[in-house]
């Protein structure tokens, strides 16, 4: 097993709502929202602050058992072997995936002390799809 070239120094919860609906029905999937800021530290340029912050809601149609937002902040340094021309994408990709899987645990974690059944978020990729018939994204990244 060899360490990642995207090291993870630390991360944190700086806010976790989570909203229980009596009225709500179960089995209901939520919808899942990001919005990710991803920034470089002006004097080493191998260093970020990445920002997830995750909205589940209900679907028009039904509502859902739990609602709310998790946003988790993770500070990151990149190996030196790592290739300049590909740090964005790693970070990009590896670190919001971090970031993905400690939401998915809290979340977990928090419903599963409810009264309704546990949330357990799916799982997404953030690598960057450059084909000309990708999905525009529906969320705002900024670098």
């Not at 009596?22 to 602050?49: H, W």
């Not at 928090?110 to 799982?123: D, Q």
């Amino acid at each position: 097993m060899n360490p990642s070239p995207l090291q993870l120094e630390r991360y944190f919860f700086s806010k976790v709502e989570i909203t229980t609906h009596p009225d709500g029905e179960i089995g209901t999937p939520n919808l899942i929202g990001c919005q990710i800021e991803i920034g470089r530290a002006p004097d080493n340029l191998r260093r970020f602050q990445v920002s997830l912050l995750v909205k589940l809601t209900s679907p028009p149609e039904k509502k859902a058992t739990y609602t709310g937002e998790v946003q988790a902040i993770g500070l990151f340094h990149v190996l030196p072997v790592w290739p300049d021309d590909k740090i964005d994408t790693l970070v990009e990709s590896n670190g919001l995936a971090v970031l993905f899987g400690a939401i998915r645990e809290l979340v977990y974690n928090i419903t599963s002390r409810g009264p309704w059944p546990a949330v357990m978020l799916n799982t997404f990729t953030f690598i960057p799809d450059k084909s000309p018939t990708a999905p525009a994204k529906a969320e705002l990244v900024s670098k």
